[in-house]
C-alpha cells in the first residue's frame, strides 16, 4: 500500500438536509474513530502485507458514521472505500455528523487529497476518541522520562529528539562520544521510515520543520508539517533504508511544538504535563505550553486537560501563523471547557512578555 490515494472516489455521503445543528459528544467520539482508523490504515507499509478485513478501528468507525447518516436522513458511504474518499475529498462539516461551530477550519480533510497521507488534522482528531496521538506522545516522553533518571538527561535528550525528527543518513559511528549516552537512550522512539516516503528512490526531509516531506510528480512538494514547499526546500537521500525517524506521534506532537519554544535559557520543563513553569512580570506564577495544532477544536481540549490537571493558569502559546487564521481565536475559546483558565497567545506576544525564570 503505496499511500491513501488509490481508493477509488466512489462519494455517497454529504450534509444532507437530515442533518441536526446540535454538536454531540457522540460525533465528536465518531470524527475520532476515523481518524484512529486512518491513521491505522496508513501504518500498513507494505502492499503484500495488507490483507482483509480492514482495521477494526476502520470498520469500527464506518459502522457509527453510518449509524449517525441512517439516523438523521443523511447519504452514508457504502463501504471502507466510500469512507477513505470522504476523507479525501470533504470537510467533515460535510459529513453527517453534528460538529460545533468552527471546532475545524473549513478546509479541514482527513487525508491529503494530493499527497495521500493522513494530514495533521487527522492526526490532531485521534485524541476526540480518548487516547490518540499527542496521548502517545505523552506517555512515550514519560517513559523515556524514568529511563533517562534525571530530569536534566531527559533534557538533554529531549533536545537531541526535537532537533533530529528525521535522520537521513545514520550512521552511529559518527557520532560524538558525548552522543552515544544519549543515544542508547532515545535509539528504541526511532524507526525506518516507511517505503510510502520514497519516490523515485528520494526520500525528502523538509529543510523548515525537519519532518518528512514527499517530491511529487507534476505537483508542490508535500510537508509533513503543513510547510509551503518548492523543491529547493527539500533535502534528499537517495540511500532511504539507512534513514530513521521519530514515531509520527512524536514527529508532530513534540518536534513541531519545539520549533514555537524559545532559545536559549528558558524555565524548567515539567515533563509529566509538558509544560513550563514561569514567573511573569507582575511577579505572578503561570504555566505555559507550547503547542502546534491546526485544528482550533483540538487544540483547546488538549489545552482544557492540560489545564485541569495543573489546577493553575496555563498560558497555551502557538505559531504567529496559526494564531492569525481566520476563526481560530474564536474555535479555540469556543471549545474550552468552562472550568479551567487558559490564555491563548501567539509567539510574538509571549516573546514580548519576557518571562523570568522561576523554580516554582
Not at 64 to 70: D, I, M, N, Q
Not at 166 to 182: G, N, Y
Not at 276 to 303: I, K, T
Not at 316 to 334: C, E, N
Request: overall charge neutral; aromatic content about 4%.
Amino acid at each position: 500500500m503505496q499511500d491513501l490515494r488509490g481508493v477509488p472516489v466512489v462519494l455517497q455521503a454529504g450534509n444532507g438536509g437530515g442533518s441536526v445543528s446540535v454538536p454531540t459528544t457522540r460525533d465528536l467520539t465518531t470524527l475520532g474513530m476515523v481518524a484512529r482508523g486512518v491513521l491505522d490504515l496508513s501504518s500498513v507499509t507494505q502492499a503484500s502485507s495488507f490483507r482483509l478485513p480492514y482495521p477494526p478501528n476502520l470498520q469500527r468507525s464506518l459502522d457509527s458514521l453510518v449509524l449517525a447518516g441512517l439516523t438523521r436522513g443523511s447519504a452514508v458511504p457504502s463501504g471502507v472505500p466510500g469512507l477513505l474518499a470522504m476523507c479525501r475529498e470533504l470537510e467533515p462539516a460535510a459529513w453527517p455528523l453534528a460538529l460545533p461551530v468552527n471546532f475545524l477550519a473549513p478546509d479541514t480533510r482527513l487525508i491529503h487529497r494530493i499527497a495521500g497521507e493522513p494530514t495533521r488534522s487527522c492526526a490532531e482528531l485521534t485524541s476526540l476518541d480518548h487516547d490518540g496521538l499527542p496521548e502517545k506522545a505523552d506517555a512515550m516522553l514519560n517513559e523515556l522520562l524514568t529511563a533517562c533518571g534525571t530530569a536534566e538527561r531527559f533534557m538533554e535528550c529531549r533536545s537531541f529528539l526535537l532537533h533530529r525528527p528525521v535522520i537521513l543518513r545514520h550512521d552511529p559511528m559518527r557520532m560524538r562520544p558525548t552522543m552515544l549516552p544519549i543515544w542508547k537512550l532515545v535509539r528504541h522512539l526511532y524507526e525506518p521510515v516507511p517505503e510510502r516516503f520514497v519516490i523515485e528512490g528520494l526520500l525528502h526531509q523538509c529543510k523548515g520543520c525537519g519532518l518528512l516531506a514527499k517530491a511529487l510528480p507534476s505537483q508542490r512538494p508535500w510537508c509533513e508539517g503543513g510547510c509551503p514547499l518548492e523543491l529547493d526546500r527539500l533535502e534528499a537521500t537517495d540511500q532511504p533504508k539507512r534513514a530513521l525517524a521519530l514515531d509520527v506521534a512524536l514527529r508532530l506532537f513534540l518536534c513541531l511544538p519545539g520549533l514555537v519554544e524559545p532559545e536559549g535559557p528558558f524555565p524548567p520543563l515539567l515533563p509529566e504535563r509538558g509544560v513550563h513553569r514561569y514567573v511573569d512580570q507582575a511577579g505572578s506564577p503561570r504555566a505555559v505550553l507550547f503547542q502546534d495544532f491546526e485544528q482550533p477544536g483540538p487544540a483547546a481540549l488538549r489545552a482544557g486537560r492540560v489545564a485541569s490537571l495543573l489546577g493553575d493558569p496555563l498560558d497555551v502559546v502557538v505559531p504567529d501563523s496559526t494564531a492569525a487564521r481566520a476563526g481560530y481565536l474564536r474555535g479555540f475559546h469556543g471549545a474550552l471547557p468552562g472550568n479551567v483558565e487558559v490564555l491563548l497567545l501567539s509567539k510574538s506576544q509571549f516573546d514580548a512578555s519576557q518571562p523570568r525564570r522561576s523554580d516554582a
